[in-house]
């Protein structure tokens, strides 16, 4: 068991409040991921969570108890740290096994435990080596090695995989993925990348300057996101934001001296909105070369002239300009070779998961 | 080798008898004093001082240690070898452990003040051991510790501490917070963290602590002769005594190998445990 309950929760150092309020309701088993750029208060959320930094107001409940006031130990959690945080004068099986001898375990007990975890991670042969002499990768699964092995309510990682080299973060990524379909225990995993939060989440919960701004399920976030701040932050390449003019229930795009209307969903509530601009948010996969069988009121055909090509391999990034803002359309690779050889390219824009927002406050309108 | 042009040669040539010409400047006082202690005081006398001793003559030296008159006593420099010893022992374990817990929450347990605390112990570092003769002089009276051998090792803890402090202090900044996090996590508490993961990584700093403290306290004059009665003199004092102290004619030989023994504890130390402490005071941080 290991649901958690955050409530109210505010943290300050000084004058400056890192945390404002924050409200997390996480239930048991679940993979909760605390995302946000550097600074947004996520690891100082989860240290209160682990009980290592006090909050300032507001209350932790772990399965219903009030956990504010207790210490780490009293909580029944374990992290994994970002530098592994191995002891480093003991062997691998010792830093595994400490947290049971800190809390009296039997001695077989203890045996039986750093056997089963050794085995699970496949560590078994490295149990007898100090931290320095393991590879990045080695560290990092006897450090959650250790966590596991104390079986606690909840497991909180701190960024686990940030130290590691892009396959191996990637190979691990996974395992931890597969680890927690294993055991079913309660994760909160703070993290600033967001194919890792993506990839890995139930849930994710987007900080920015020590608020949540919006808590929700991976597709939730990234097809419905609270505001631009969300949407620019998820997705890889990021969401094009186009300050477009307002025609009835129509958006104007300006491009190569030609003005081209866009259809939106809903767009009886945009024309009752009376804005005159709105931001236009569309990612660059809604934007592609003409494809046969795709038609519909939301689906335009608008040329954009071609700058750069990124090719990825899977597909090639074409950048361009509409209404004097730089934007980003996903392209076949044949499709990406064309475009850079005419030097424009007419795309097929889809608007139907397109989503606007206030010019100035960034807040979801449609 | 034969790479090097003339020039080069000249140069290392010149570098070397350089070198040479410092250590020995530097060994020949100690060079005087080993031959002289092995001569006999007639050859001291009619011989030249840089002269070899003709023969290995022990006498001096089981006089100075055993049968030397150090002002009214005549038993040699052996009791005040061992008193000490008996002041440099527990003021060396007793300031070293204080020291390492203060490096310890000074460095992973900083409080509201901490860093002030230890400004104010850094202070004690400058502060001349004359400054505070008379005022520790009340103090030990009015604890009963007057001349006394456990008064002595007060001394030398409170005046250690600043140093030890500092060297504790400094290393420990080194290792991660993160671990002390982990620890407490899984459920150490203060003193199990210091126990399991401080102490095993103090190997070089406790060595730099111990030869610091033993040479200091060891060769400490000035609290020794103030603060010690007639029969817990440490052994600096006594060597003043005992080259001060004349019976007829003067014993060079005698002071020479009293002066030895007298730095020989030192020396052991340093050459025992020398390699950590150059070690110990450039460790960085901790790899993990």
Same mark, same amino acid.
């Given at each position: 068991m290991g649901s958690i309950q955050i409530q109210q929760l505010t943290k300050s150092f000084g004058d400056t409040e890192v945390l404002k309020g924050i409200d997390l309701d996480i239930k048991d088993g679940e993979f909760l991921i605390l995302v +946000? =750029? !550097? +600074?947004?208060g996520k690891s100082t959320l989860m240290n209160s969570i682990a009980g290592l930094e006090e909050v300032t107001s507001g209350d932790i409940l772990i399965d219903g108890d009030n956990v504010t006031d207790l210490s780490p130990k009293e909580r029944d959690i374990a992290m994994v740290f970002q530098s592994y945080a191995l002891y480093p004068t003991m062997s691998v099986s010792r830093n595994i096994s400490f947290g049971l001898e800190m809390r009296k375990l039997p001695k077989a007990e203890i045996e039986s435990t750093v056997a089963k975890v050794a085995k699970l991670l496949q560590i078994e042969h490295l149990l007898?080596?100090? =931290?320095?002499? $393991? !590879?990045g990768g080695q560290r990092q699964r006897v450090a959650m090695g250790r966590a596991l092995a104390r079986d606690p309510r909840v497991f909180l990682f701190d960024e =686990? $995989? !940030?130290? $590691?080299d892009a396959k191996l973060r990637v190979e691990m990524r996974t395992e931890i993925k597969k680890l927690h379909k294993r055991l079913g225990t309660t994760i909160v995993y703070v993290t600033h990348d967001q194919v890792e939060a993506m990839t890995l989440a139930d849930r994710i919960a987007v900080m920015k300057d020590g608020q949540v701004q919006q808590f929700g399920t991976p597709y939730e976030i990234y097809n419905n996101p609270a505001n631009r701040f969300v949407a620019d932050f998820m997705g890889s390449p990021p969401m094009n934001f186009i300050e477009c003019v307002v025609l009835d229930d129509k958006l104007v795009i300006d491009t190569q001296g030609e003005k081209h209307e866009l259809h939106v969903a809903n767009g009886d509530r945009l024309s009752q909105a009376g804005l005159d601009t709105v931001i236009l948010g569309i990612r660059p996969e809604m934007m592609t070369e003409p494809k046969p069988h795709v038609a519909g009121a939301l689906v335009h055909n608008i040329p954009m002239q071609v700058d750069v090509i990124e090719p990825m391999g899977p597909d090639t990034i074409a950048f361009g300009q509409w209404n004097s803002v730089e934007v980003q359309a996903r392209l076949s690779p044949e499709a990406g070779v064309e475009a850079q050889e005419k030097g424009s390219i007419c795309l097929q824009v889809d608007t139907s998961k397109a989503v606007l927002f206030d010019a100035f406050s960034g807040a979801r309108i449609l | 080798m034969s790479s090097l042009t003339r020039t080069q040669r000249l140069y290392k040539a010149l570098f070397i008898t350089l070198l040479l010409f410092f250590a020995l400047v530097y060994l020949a006082p100690l060079y005087v004093m080993l031959s002289t202690s092995f001569k006999g005081i007639e050859e001291i006398r009619s011989g030249n001082i840089l002269a070899l001793p003709s023969s290995l003559n022990g006498s001096a030296w089981t006089k100075a240690w055993s049968s030397a008159c150090t002002g009214g006593d005549c038993y040699g420099l052996a009791p005040y070898f061992w008193n000490s010893m008996r002041i440099v022992l527990p003021a060396l374990i007793i300031s070293t452990a204080i020291g390492a817990l203060n490096g310890y929450v000074l460095s992973q347990w900083r409080f509201a003040g901490s860093n002030f605390l230890f400004g104010a112990l850094l202070f004690g570092c400058f502060i001349p051991f004359q400054v505070i003769l008379l005022p520790m002089a009340k103090l030990l009276a009015w604890l009963g510790l007057a001349n006394t051998v456990s008064g002595l090792v007060l001394v030398h803890v409170i005046y250690g501490l600043a140093f030890t402090t500092l060297f504790f202090r400094n290393y420990y900044v +080194?290792? =991660?917070a993160e671990l002390v996090r982990a620890a407490r996590l899984d459920g150490a508490g203060f003193f199990a963290i210091f126990r399991h993961i401080f102490l095993p990584l103090s190997t070089p700093i406790v060595v730099v602590s111990v030869i610091w403290q033993f040479t200091q306290i060891w060769n400490d004059f000035l609290f020794g002769v103030v603060y010690s009665g007639p029969g817990t003199q440490p052994i600096t004092v006594a060597l003043n005594n005992l080259v001060n102290t004349t019976m007829g004619g003067k014993e060079y030989n005698v002071d020479m190998a009293a002066a030895i023994i007298a730095a020989l504890p030192t020396l052991v130390v340093y050459l025992v445990a020398g390699k950590y402490f150059v070690r110990g005071l450039t460790a960085g941080a901790v790899k993990g």
């Open positions: +946000g =750029p !550097s +600074g947004c007898d080596r100090k =931290p320095s002499q $393991l !590879s =686990p $995989l !940030s130290n $590691l | +080194g290792i =991660p």
